[in-house]
């Protein structure tokens, strides 16, 4: 008789326990509820100081990917926004040194005539050259493109597309990477009898920023990163008095917006 | 907490088409340039467009069958028959029409960009379907009874064409697509400049004596083999072809005689086959024994030391490994291969 009363407490106690704990749950619910129903909307705060911004207003759409609540992102073009530690902050990985337009050509590297006369040694005036420009040592936000085992995928299929195909290649990478090179390479081409035709092929990363008007592909300036694009080509072109590049046949930009910058025009 | 960067600004002025890198090309050249539309993904969509461009083009195939007379015992009676031995060099074209992407173990969730977008964690979902090109060459061996019949070449001509990406844009040139020849007979080997990656500054620190320093001093040790790895394989990138061109000279040089020649070609593609397979395998096969090699490249860069005598031995290496089964039928002993090929490329293995 004492045991079943003991029994019957205990069995007491345990119902009373599930019953609060279910209370408390259904309490707590309620209240993350409650609180969720009050988020807002994260606010979009644009960096106005800077003149050149356009493009953005307060409202505009964003999505975030971020499993925590974000109640404030800061839009900013340049790489100078603050972040003062609320929310989130969206700039631009343009850094104030990077150099552009006819700033942009960079150095001619000392053994690059050396450097073609030996690749081409062995072909004769059908021969097929092959450059290839590979600057997957930039380093944006710490990580440069040859870190990642994809683009040594890539850089791969580049290697054995230049070993394959052409007659004589070149492999540029590094501080090799400059427009100075890329455009007096095609010209030693242009002017040597024993290449047929050219080949090109160009690694690297793409910038398209309306805002800040910067534009082109990555290569190595004189001691900076060059925003390299069809005015520092040209401003070479002139310099090197190229007329045309007959033998230019193939030319690949496997790398972000190449296409939308020149599409922009049409 | 995080900071996303962002370039490209989805604008409808256009500003840009003259200044652009295409306007120049599509201004000095009539070259056919290829390009793509927008962020570029490094995920296994874009490294199966790369691959499928890069490709195309027109494959010389060449089917090599060489006939050795040999004297064969036969095990049970003991009796001497008059045979032959016939290696088959084969070139072989393979296509395949994937829907998913070839490299689907290189596409996660984590898309990286070949802009300047941050990586965030995207989806990208790959709906198209590429061509894939796969070029192999097979080597069998047989051996007959009878008299050898006369050995011969057969060549034959293979056209594979691009898949068209529906990011991918074309300016210049218009009409036909351009035709790359892939030759593998007299290849040219590139030439390399250039580093493919960059150390960080080094910076020289005083850490002191105390506990404190020690255990910073021990972080900048580990922190320096890290990026020791990183060295290595920019280091096997520079010197593959060296390499690989090395080792193919000395094959030449070595089956010269006309009692010989026929040993090149089979020689040449069973190491295209199995270790020549482009620069990144060479790092693959360096990742499976990782420990060891980073160890050897800390003595060896403490010793003042350059790399690309490791990265020698790593493909001496890669040649017992992986290339030992059929380089015997060549009557080759693996120890005296790997002696003359540590002669030729310089490198001591001891």
């Known amino acids: 008789m004492k045991n079943k009363l003991v029994a019957g407490i205990l069995i007491l106690i345990v119902l009373l326990l599930e019953v609060s704990t279910s209370r408390l749950i259904a309490t707590n619910d309620g209240t993350i509820l409650g609180e969720l129903t009050r988020v807002k909307k994260p606010e979009i705060y644009i960096d106005s100081f800077d003149p050149h911004f356009r493009g953005f207003t307060n409202g505009s759409p964003i999505t975030v990917w971020e499993e925590k609540l974000v109640s404030r992102v800061v839009i900013s073009p340049t790489s100078k926004a603050s972040n003062i530690g609320q929310g989130i902050v969206l700039n631009s990985s343009i850094r104030e040194d990077w150099v552009t337009g006819i700033d942009a050509t960079g150095r001619l590297s000392e053994d690059t005539k050396e450097i073609f006369l030996k690749s081409v040694e062995n072909i004769n005036n059908t021969g097929v050259l092959v450059l290839a420009f590979l600057s997957t040592d930039i380093e944006i936000l710490n990580e440069s493109l040859f870190c990642d085992e994809r683009t040594r995928i890539v850089v791969d299929e580049i290697l054995r597309f230049a070993e394959e195909v052409g007659d004589a290649s070149i492999i540029l990478t590094g501080n090799y990477c400059t427009a100075m090179n890329l455009v007096y390479l095609l010209w030693l081409a242009e002017e040597d009898r024993r290449v047929g035709e050219v080949y090109l092929v160009i690694l690297t990363h793409g910038v398209l920023n309306e805002t800040l008007q910067i534009h082109g592909m990555l290569m190595h300036g004189e001691n900076n990163v060059a925003v390299v694009n069809g005015k520092t080509l040209e401003h070479l072109a002139k310099k090197l008095r190229i007329e045309y590049l007959n033998r230019l046949k193939f030319v690949y930009l496997p790398f972000c917006n190449m296409g939308r910058e020149k599409r922009n025009l049409r | ?350």
């Open chain 2, 1 to 350: 907490m995080f900071i996303c960067h962002f370039v490209t600004w989805v604008g409808k002025k256009e500003i840009y088409g003259n200044s652009s890198v295409v306007a120049f090309f599509e201004k000095f050249s009539d070259a056919q340039i290829l390009t793509y539309e927008g962020e570029t993904y490094l995920n296994g969509d874009y490294i199966a467009s790369v691959q499928s461009v890069l490709s195309a083009g027109t494959y010389e195939l060449i089917e090599e069958h060489v006939y050795l007379p040999v004297e064969i015992i036969d095990n049970f009676t003991g009796e001497i028959v008059e045979g032959y031995i016939e290696f088959r060099v084969v070139d072989k074209i393979e296509e395949t029409n994937s829907t998913i992407n070839p490299y689907e173990i290189y596409d996660g969730n984590d898309n990286v960009t070949l802009g300047l977008r941050s990586r965030f964690k995207r989806r990208v979902v790959s709906r198209r379907a590429y061509k894939v090109t796969l070029h192999r060459k097979n080597v069998k061996v047989v051996i007959h009874r009878g008299d050898p019949p006369k050995s011969y070449v057969k060549r034959r001509v293979k056209h594979v064409s691009y898949e068209v990406v529906s990011k991918r844009e074309t300016f210049g040139a218009r009409g036909s697509k351009i035709s790359f020849k892939h030759k593998y007979e007299s290849r040219g080997i590139p030439v390399v400049a250039g580093r493919f990656w960059k150390p960080p500054k080094n910076e020289r620190k005083c850490f002191g004596d105390g506990v404190t320093g020690k255990i910073e001093a021990s972080v900048v040790e580990v922190r320096k083999v890290i990026l020791l790895v990183d060295e290595i394989f920019d280091t096997i990138y520079k010197y593959y072809y060296d390499i690989k061109s090395a080792v193919y000279r000395w094959i030449d040089e070595t089956f010269n005689a006309p009692w010989n020649k026929w040993i090149r070609s089979p020689v040449k593609t069973t190491l295209d086959n199995t270790v020549f397979r482009g620069a990144n395998f060479v790092i693959s096969f360096a990742k499976r024994y990782l420990k060891t090699i980073v160890s050897v490249a800390y003595s060896m860069v403490k010793a003042g030391k350059a790399l690309s005598g490791l990265v020698a031995a790593l493909i001496i290496a890669a040649i017992a490994k992986c290339a030992r089964g059929i380089l015997k039928y060549f009557s080759w002993t693996m120890d005296k291969l790997l002696g003359v090929l540590s002669k030729v490329l310089g490198v001591d293995l001891s």
